[in-house]
């Protein structure tokens, strides 16, 4: 009893969630479950499911990528190639960011222009745009983008705990840029992989 009762903690914490990019409604559905089960007796009990649910909610929301706390003022529509670069892997993908009313659109495609990824950020949400598959490491690197394009002067108000010197701006614990132009920059994630970013003209390299 005791080891499907783990299991099922198991279950409910980890595959799920990360496929939706940690999103609350799938540990909504995990509150729902552990809900299900005959109420606990006693304050201990009850602190004990209330402990439960707040760990649940919180990993929900360290999960997700940070959005800023109003849209940045970027130039759009940008085009950008993106080499994500991991041991001896690359792949190159061509990005278009274009401002779509009332939100942003990211339309990332390989250099075959085959679609990788697709989303919309609507009032600081992510939401599929299209038919393709939960892609949660392109909404991350959408996310991390985001922040490296925000302009200088906007990032403090935008990203709390965030900081910038000269050529290097960090959101610590999370993502490390490296500029070399404002819209050509290396960016880091803490266990990988590195993604290369510049912006796209003429034909695709």
Known sequence: MFIASRLKYQTCGSGLARESGGSVNINAECIAAFASKPAPTGVVGVLRLLLVVAALLLSACAGRAPLPVHNPDLSLPLQLHIQRLQAENRQDWVLVIQREEPGIRWSMMDLLGIPQARQKLIDKTWESDGFLP????????FAALLFALTPKDELAANYPGAWQHGKQRSLPE?????????QNFELQFPKGPTYQVTPLSGETP
Request: glycine share 0%; aromatic share 12%; proline share 18%.
């Open 174 to 182: 999370r993502w490390d840029i490296r500029y070399a132009q404002p």
């Open 134 to 141: 939960p892609n949660p490491e392109a909404r991350e690197l």
